[in-house]
């Protein structure tokens, strides 16, 4: 098996970045992490990377004067690795058309709402704000338009009363950590892939009983039991 090459773009802290980092250890996982590269110097997944014995590099967008020019820099950096494809994991940059189009298919992203729901920032806050039930997390093909494009894999968990944004965005930050993997793994086996704009399945069994409600709903007789 040959292990496609990839990079994760971080922008913070990169817990995401070390749950890939820690799947991609194991050595059939179809993926290896080749490099790590951070748009701001301080970024606190540099180190976690580096502990990893990660190759890393910072392209601090501050010091360019285009995005462009910041991105041609990213690229160079990936194309001396041979890197094939880029997952974003907290990667706070807009990114061009260029450089998407450059990158197309071959880019993930992360993000902690149930896409198409709350796109941008604030998620757990807008969440609790909208009153929904289940919040969690996307891993998605990047497009163009911010937080769109084809969907691999989501997660769902529930909103427990009393919930707030830090409570509710710690319970969807774990399940981000256990669903970026598998959604990578699908994705580079070709078990996911994009198909008209839509994730096709191939070889991906489904259990198509399972469910997850917020709050679990129990029968009269259930409560009386
Ligand atoms: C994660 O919750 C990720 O989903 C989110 O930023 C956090 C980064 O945490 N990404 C976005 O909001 C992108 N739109 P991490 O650096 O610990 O992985």
Request: charged share 25%; proline share 5%; glycine share 8%.
């Amino acid at each position: 098996m040959t292990r496609k090459r990839t990079a994760i773009l971080i922008s913070g802290r990169g817990s995401n970045m070390s749950a890939l980092i820690a799947a991609a250890m194991a050595p059939d996982f179809p993926a290896r992490i080749d490099l790590v590269i951070s748009n701001r110097p301080g970024a606190a997944g540099l180190e976690r990377a580096q502990a990893a014995d990660i190759e890393t590099a910072v392209v601090d967008h501050k010091a360019f004067e285009t995005r462009e020019a910041f991105e041609a820099e990213v690229q160079a950096l990936l194309e001396a690795r041979d890197i094939e494809l880029l997952c974003l994991a907290g990667f706070m940059r807009i990114l061009t058309d260029g450089f998407i189009a450059t990158w197309l298919d071959r880019m993930i992203n992360i993000h902690p709402s149930l896409l198409p729901m709350f796109k941008g920032l604030d998620t757990h806050q807008r969440a609790l704000d909208a009153g929904v039930r289940l919040a969690g997390c996307t891993v998605h093909v990047v497009r163009p338009e911010m937080d769109t494009g084809p969907i691999i894999a989501q997660a769902a968990v529930p909103v427990l009363p009393g919930d707030t944004a830090e409570t509710l965005g710690k319970r969807v930050l774990a399940a981000e950590h256990r669903l970026y993997p598998h959604a990578l793994a699908l994705y580079v086996t070709g078990k996911a892939r994009v198909s008209g704009e839509r994730i096709v399945f191939h070889e991906v069994e489904a259990d198509g009983e399972g469910s997850l409600m917020s709050p679990t709903l129990i029968t009269r007789e259930q409560a009386d039991a």
